[in-house]
C-alpha cells in the first residue's frame, strides 16, 4: 500500500533528515521524501492503521526537523 | 516571494541597518553589548529556537543548534577579548542572507519547473443539452462523452474527433513546433493546444488515465528515483556533519592543551574561533539542495523537450550511454512501405502502377496500401471485378476486363508467366501479370527516416562508441539501412526472442558495467528488449501505454534526433552535478583546512557555506536549458 503526501519543509537537508525519520517510523516498509516536488511517498507495511502510522510519522519528522509539516489529513 | 520569505528579507534589512548604524555610534562596554544583541536577535532568533528544540529532541547535529553555538561563540569570545561583536552578527546574517535566497531560488525553479509540465487543463466543456458549452471537473468526464475543445485551449482528454478540423500545437508533450492537422475520426491526446477550428471529441480515455496526465504523473514520480549521485550525497551528508563537529571539538580542545603543556602559554580563545569556523562550514546544503535540484530541473526540460525520463537514475544512466541498439523498423525507419521503384515490361510505368492499385482495391495489407497511395486517384471509373486472394501468393483481379495477376514469383511460376529479376534496389517486389502475360514488377519497400541520416554522426558527438541494429527483416534490405544510415553493426533475419540474446550477448562482451548498453525499439513489440538493456527507450509512444510502462526513456514522437537531444542534455545534466559535487566538497574541505590553520576567518567559513550553495544552485538552474 502506497500514498503520496504533500510536505512543507524549507531546506534540503532537513527533507533528507524526514525521510531517515519517516523510514523508522513502525509500520512504514518505505519512505521517500521529494523536496522538489515537496512530496512523501511512503510505502506501510501490510494492515498498518494508516492514520495512526501517519500521526507518528509526522511526530518523527517534527524531533528531527521542528519547522516542517506532513498533511496526511 | 511567499510571506515567510518577505518577512526574512524584512529582518535582513533592519539588522543590516542597524548594524550599520552601532559601527558609527560611539558606545562602549556593557551599552554597546547590548546594543549589539538587538540586531542579532532580529536576524537570528528563528534559528535560536529551532536550536533550542533541537536540544530538547535530542539532535546534536542540527544546523540551527551548530549555527547558534558558532555565533553565541563567536560573541562570547568577542566579549572576553576586544568587544567586535560584528563578525558574529554577520555571520548570522548572511547565513540568513544564503537561506533567503536558497528558499527564493528553490521556489522560483520549482515554480519554472512546475509551469513546464503544466500540461493538464483542470477544465473540460461538454456539450449541454440546448448544445451549450458546459464547464465540467476533467475528472468527472466518463468515456464516450463528447468534449468541445474551443481554439486556444488544451484537450483535457484522449478521444477521437467527432466533429470539425484544427491543428494541434503538440509542443507541450513533444517539443515539436510544427503544428499537426487533424480531421474526423482521428486520434487526439490529451496536452495538445487546438489552434483554430472547435473540435468535438469523443473520449476514449479517463481523464487519469489520459496521456496527459500519465505524463504528468511520470515526471513527477521520476525525480523520486533517486540516482546514484543523490544517494552517495546522502550517505556523505550523514556523515559529513558529524566528522566536522567532532573535529571541531577536537580542534578546540586538543592543540591549546598540548600548546599549554609545551608552556607556550594559554591559546584557547584562538582555537576555539577556529573550532567555531568549523562548526558554520558543517552544513552539506550546498550539496543538497543543489544535486536533486540539477535532476529536477534536467527531467523537467527535458520533458518539454519531448523526451520523458522516468526517474533521476536513468537520467544518469542514460549520459553513460556508450553502446545504442536499434531495432529497425518503425525506429530508423518510418515502418510503412512506400513504392520506390516501378520496372515495366511492355506497358508504360502509369498504367503498371495503375492495374497493381486497382487489384489490390479491397486489400488492407501493407503492401496494397502503399500500391494504392502511391497510384492516388482510385476512382477513376475503370471496373474491378471478381477479386480473388490467394493465399501465400497474391491477388487476381478482372480490370477492365483483362485478368490481372499480382503477387509474388510462386503466383508468376503458378500462371506460367516469365518474370524476370529485379535489378535495382532493396525491398519487397511484386510481379504483375496481365492475362497470363508478364507486365513487369514494383518496388516496394520500407523507407529510411529523414533525420535518421546523420543520426550516428551527431550520437558520436557525444560520447558513443558503437551503434548496433536489429532487424528481422532480410539480409539485403538490413545492409542497405546499416550503410546509408552508417550504422557500425547489424543483424539481419531475427526473431523478436534473437533480439533479446543480441542484446545480452552485447552486454556479456563489455568489459564492464558502467559502459552503458541502450536499446531504442518503437515500443510496439519490443518491450522484453526494452527491459533487458541497461536503458530502454521508446518512441513515437505518445499514447501507447504499454511502450510507456515498458521503458526508462520515453521519446513523445518518433523522430530519431530526439535521442541525440536525450543524450547531450543528459550528459550536461551529469556535468553540472559533478561540477557541484566537486566545487562544494573542494571549497568545503579548503576552507576546513585554513580554518584550522587560521587563516580563514568566520567571513570565509560562511561563504563555504552559504556563498558555495548559492552558486551551486545557480548553476543547477541551467539544467533548465536543456538545449
Same mark, same amino acid.
Given at each position: 500500500m502506497k500514498k503520496t503526501y504533500k510536505i512543507d519543509v524549507?531546506?534540503?537537508?532537513?527533507?533528507?533528515?524526514?525521510?531517515?525519520?519517516?523510514?523508522?517510523?513502525?509500520?512504514?516498509?518505505?519512505?521517500?521524501?521529494?523536496?522538489?516536488?515537496?512530496?512523501?511517498?511512503?510505502?506501510?507495511?501490510?494492515?498498518?492503521?494508516?492514520?495512526?502510522?501517519?500521526?507518528?510519522?509526522?511526530?518523527?519528522c517534527k524531533k528531527v526537523e521542528s519547522d516542517c509539516e506532513v498533511f496526511y489529513k | 516571494m511567499n510571506k515567510k520569505q518577505k518577512i526574512n528579507l524584512i529582518r535582513i534589512i533592519v539588522s543590516a541597518a542597524l548594524l550599520l548604524i552601532l559601527h558609527f555610534l560611539p558606545i562602549h562596554g556593557v551599552l554597546r553589548f547590548i546594543s549589539y544583541l538587538v540586531p542579532y536577535f532580529i536576524i537570528g532568533y528563528d534559528v535560536l529556537l529551532k536550536a533550542y528544540k533541537g536540544i530538547k529532541n535530542k539532535q546534536p547535529f542540527d544546523e540551527s543548534l551548530l549555527m547558534a553555538i558558532a555565533t553565541i561563540g563567536?560573541?562570547?569570545?568577542?566579549?572576553?577579548?576586544?568587544?567586535?561583536y560584528v563578525e558574529a552578527i554577520a555571520v548570522m546574517l548572511f547565513y540568513q542572507v544564503g537561506e533567503w535566497f536558497q528558499s527564493y531560488a528553490v521556489g522560483k525553479s520549482r515554480k519554472n519547473i512546475a509551469e513546464l509540465m503544466d500540461i493538464c487543463p483542470d477544465v473540460a466543456f461538454i456539450e449541454g443539452e440546448n448544445g451549450e458549452k458546459e464547464e465540467v471537473d476533467p475528472d468527472d468526464v466518463e468515456i464516450g462523452s463528447i468534449i468541445i475543445?474551443?481554439?486556444?485551449?488544451?484537450?483535457?482528454?484522449?478521444?477521437?474527433? !467527432?466533429?470539425?478540423?484544427?491543428?494541434?500545437?503538440?509542443?507541450?508533450?513533444?517539443?515539436?513546433?510544427?503544428?499537426?492537422?487533424?480531421?474526423?475520426? +482521428?486520434?487526439?491526446?490529451?496536452?495538445?493546444?487546438?489552434?483554430?477550428?472547435?473540435l468535438k471529441i469523443k473520449t476514449t480515455k479517463e481523464f487519469g488515465e489520459s496521456t496527459a496526465s500519465k505524463v504528468l504523473e511520470m515526471i513527477e514520480d521520476a525525480s523520486s528515483r533517486k540516482s546514484k549521485s543523490e544517494d552517495f550525497i546522502t550517505k556523505f551528508a550523514r556523515v559529513y556533519t558529524p566528522i566536522v563537529v567532532y573535529s571541531a571539538i577536537a580542534l578546540a580542545i586538543i592543540p591549546p592543551t598540548i600548546l599549554l603543556i609545551l608552556g607556550q602559554g594559554m591559546t584557547y580563545p584562538t582555537w576555539i574561533y577556529r573550532a567555531l569556523t568549523f562548526l558554520i562550514i558543517s552544513c552539506p546544503c550546498a550539496l543538497v539542495v543543489s544535486i536533486p535540484l540539477s535532476f529536477f530541473a534536467g527531467i523537467g526540460a527535458a520533458s518539454r523537450a519531448g523526451v520523458l525520463v522516468k526517474g533521476s537514475s536513468f537520467l544518469e544512466i542514460l549520459s553513460k550511454t556508450e553502446t545504442i541498439v536499434f531495432d529497425k523498423t518503425g525506429t530508423l525507419t518510418k515502418g510503412v512501405f512506400d513504392v520506390t521503384d516501378i520496372h515495366p515490361d511492355l506497358i508504360s510505368k502509369e498504367e503498371l502502377l495503375h492495374l497493381a492499385a486497382h487489384v489490390?482495391?479491397?486489400?488492407?495489407?501493407?503492401?496494397?496500401?502503399?500500391?494504392?497511395?502511391? /497510384? =492516388?486517384?482510385?476512382? +477513376?471509373?475503370?471496373?474491378?471485378?471478381?477479386?480473388?486472394?490467394?493465399?501465400?501468393?497474391?491477388v487476381t483481379a478482372i480490370v477492365n476486363g483483362k485478368k490481372v495477376y499480382v503477387g509474388n514469383t510462386k503466383l508468376m511460376d503458378d500462371i506460367g508467366a516469365k518474370w524476370s529479376e529485379c535489378k535495382g534496389d532493396f525491398g519487397t517486389i511484386v510481379h504483375v501479370a496481365i492475362d497470363g502475360i508478364y507486365a513487369g514488377h514494383i518496388l516496394v519497400s520500407d523507407v529510411?527516416?529523414?533525420?535518421?541520416?546523420?543520426l550516428v554522426k551527431e550520437l558520436k558527438k557525444y560520447g558513443i562508441k558503437k551503434t548496433v541494429m536489429l532487424t528481422g527483416?532480410?539480409?539485403n534490405v538490413a545492409s542497405k539501412v546499416a550503410k546509408t544510415i552508417g550504422i557500425d553493426e547489424y543483424h539481419s533475419e531475427l526473431l523478436p526472442q534473437d533480439k533479446v540474446s543480441r542484446v545480452e550477448q552485447i552486454l556479456s562482451e563489455r568489459?564492464?558495467?558502467?559502459?552503458?548498453?541502450? /536499446? !531504442?525499439?518503437?515500443?510496439?513489440?519490443?518491450?522484453?528488449?526494452?527491459?533487458?538493456?541497461?536503458?530502454?527507450?521508446?518512441?513515437?509512444?505518445?499514447?501507447?501505454?504499454?511502450?510507456?510502462?515498458?521503458?526508462?526513456?520515453?521519446?513523445?514522437?518518433? +523522430?530519431?534526433?530526439?535521442?541525440?537531444?536525450?543524450?547531450?542534455?543528459?550528459?550536461?545534466?551529469?556535468r553540472i552535478v559533478y561540477e557541484n559535487i566537486y566545487?562544494?566538497?573542494?571549497?568545503?574541505?579548503? /576552507?576546513?583546512?585554513?580554518?584550522?590553520?587560521?587563516?580563514?576567518?568566520?567571513? =570565509?567559513?560562511? /561563504?563555504?557555506?552559504?556563498?558555495?550553495? !548559492?552558486?551551486?544552485?545557480?548553476?543547477a538552474i541551467r539544467c533548465l536549458l536543456w538545449k
Open positions: 524549507d531546506c534540503a537537508n532537513c527533507a533528507s533528515k524526514m525521510e531517515e525519520a519517516a523510514k523508522n517510523t513502525e509500520g512504514v516498509k518505505d519512505a521517500v521524501v521529494n523536496f522538489m516536488t515537496l512530496k512523501m511517498k511512503v510505502e506501510f507495511e501490510d494492515g498498518a492503521d494508516i492514520e495512526s502510522v501517519m500521526a507518528k510519522v509526522t511526530e518523527n | 563567536a560573541i562570547a569570545l568577542a566579549l572576553y577579548e576586544d568587544g567586535d475543445v474551443s481554439p486556444g485551449e488544451k484537450i483535457p482528454l484522449d478521444g477521437v474527433v !467527432v466533429e470539425g478540423n484544427s491543428s494541434l500545437d503538440t509542443a507541450a508533450l513533444t517539443g515539436e513546433s510544427l503544428p499537426r492537422d487533424v480531421k474526423e475520426n +482521428d486520434e487526439v491526446v490529451s496536452g495538445c493546444i487546438n489552434i483554430n477550428g472547435v489490390e482495391r479491397f486489400s488492407s495489407h501493407p503492401i496494397a496500401v502503399s500500391l494504392k497511395n502511391a /497510384f =492516388g486517384n482510385e476512382a +477513376d471509373g475503370c471496373t474491378v471485378s471478381d477479386v480473388e486472394e490467394i493465399s501465400g501468393r497474391g529510411i527516416k529523414d533525420s535518421s541520416i546523420g527483416d532480410k539480409e568489459t564492464d558495467s558502467t559502459r552503458v548498453v541502450a /536499446f !531504442v525499439g518503437d515500443g510496439i513489440n519490443d518491450a522484453p528488449v526494452l527491459s533487458r538493456a541497461d536503458i530502454g527507450i521508446a518512441m513515437g509512444a505518445m499514447g501507447s501505454d504499454a511502450a510507456i510502462e515498458a521503458a526508462d526513456v520515453v521519446l513523445m514522437d518518433d +523522430d530519431p534526433k530526439k535521442i541525440v537531444t536525450a543524450i547531450r542534455g543528459s550528459r550536461k545534466c551529469l566545487f562544494a566538497i573542494g571549497i568545503k574541505i579548503l /576552507f576546513l583546512i585554513l580554518g584550522a590553520f587560521g587563516i580563514a576567518n568566520m567571513w =570565509g567559513a560562511v /561563504f563555504a557555506d552559504v556563498g558555495v550553495a !548559492v552558486l551551486c544552485i545557480l548553476n
